[in-house]
């Protein structure tokens, strides 16, 4: 049945989301460079780099033929280092906005006509960086594509149905902290389960009082 897809899977976000939304009953297909199951019984796994479009789509290709067109798509791929502008290349930039930025918009564009032509779906990014800093050139720059994908796609997709939106998490990922992943992971679900009147485009995690809005 058609479910959850989380594309760049990894241990922290990915897997704690990959859980919340298995515990609901969905069926979850996760995409990942390892092709880990990230020790969810029965999640449907495939192999693809999200820099690479072909093998990114042919993993979608994949999933969707044996899942059916997602309920839910989670982006969540991000190329994560410290450069400065001093230290900024252009090889090293496209590299980093192929996976931040890049990825995300082929993703959408593999899956979300097929959500729109079905009237409903939900389709979320992992971002960061509310303020860009100078230590992190490429994630910055990235994070704001990543905002102004999602507005486009709100605008593209939202009037078919389609909920575009994204998790802004300010701070670094560890378990037992303010920013720890199964906190996190629910904003995603709210997210998926807003009454379409309600609808959120960005929730922002602070990890302090009042953290998702």
Known sequence: MPGAVIVGSGPGIGRSVAHRFAKEGLAVGLVSRSGSALGLEGAVTYR?????????RAALDAMTGELGTPDVVVYNAAVIRQDSPAEAGMRVQLEAWAVNVGGALITASHVLPAMARRGGGTFIVTSGMPRPKARYVSLSLGKAGVRALVTMLDEEYGPAGVHAASVTVAGPVAPGTAFDPDDIAE???????????????????????????
């Open 187 to 213: 904003h995603y679900w709210r997210l998926h389960t807003q009454p379409r009147g309600e609808w959120d485009q960005e929730i922002l995690h602070t990890g302090g009082v009042g953290s998702g809005r």
């Open 48 to 56: 693809a780099d999200c820099a690479d479009e072909d093998g990114l």
